[in-house]
């Protein structure tokens, strides 16, 4: 389900999000904020790091490596062989949305003073691309990029849990992992 409908329908989103920007945005470049001009890169990664994706790389390998073995593929050579395949394409496919929201946030530098996050910032900008739909459309694309990534860790950690800790099966570490989550998510974004 989420190969079929929720990654794409994600992606379709943030493209559609990025071509409105496009056409439709003021854009103007400032010099960087005080955090971001010694070691740009540095700083954006850590800022970045907020989504979790590196960590979440790491977790869906498993994910992977479980999904080409129940397709048949038993030995460690293809099991290796397709899951750096699937990296190599999600590599790409990252890079490509990280690439489109890096526009998005650096030709709006000027325009929209310094926020606590980077989604406070696109959410000025989905209001000025779309009104007030572009909150709607914001939440959609939030919600799908959340539950896709939710879903796959969860599965991941569970799946790993479970035959770790044997008395623990899968569907208790699936509420145990939920409710975990759900309770630090209330945390905040800056937190």
């Not at 699937?86 to 929209?112: D, K, N, P, Q, R």
């Not at 007030?132 to 539950?147: E, P, R, V």
């Amino acid at each position: 389900r989420i190969g079929y409908f929720l990654t794409p329908s994600l992606l379709i989103l943030i493209v559609v999000m990025f071509i409105a920007f496009i056409f439709k945005m003021d854009k103007v470049i400032a010099p960087p904020h005080e955090i971001y001009s010694d070691l740009p890169f540095l700083q954006g990664f850590i800022d970045g790091y907020q989504t979790m994706d590196a960590v979440a790389a790491l977790n869906f390998g498993l994910v992977i490596a479980l999904t080409l073995t129940s397709f048949g593929i038993k030995e460690d050579t293809g099991v290796v062989k397709y899951t750096v395949i699937s990296g190599i394409f999600a590599g790409i496919i990252l890079t490509i949305v990280y690439l489109m929201l890096t526009i998005m946030g650096t030709t709006t530098s000027g325009i929209y003073p310094s926020e606590a996050n980077g989604a406070l910032i696109l959410r000025r900008v989905m209001y000025d691309l779309f009104g007030d739909f572009g909150a709607a459309f914001l939440a959609a694309i939030f919600t799908l990029a959340c539950l896709t990534t939710c879903i796959g860790l969860t599965n991941s950690i569970s799946s790993f849990f479970s035959k770790l800790f044997k008395r623990v099966s899968y569907t208790k570490w699936v509420i145990i992992i939920t409710i975990l989550s759900f309770l630090i998510c209330n945390l905040g974004l800056n937190m």
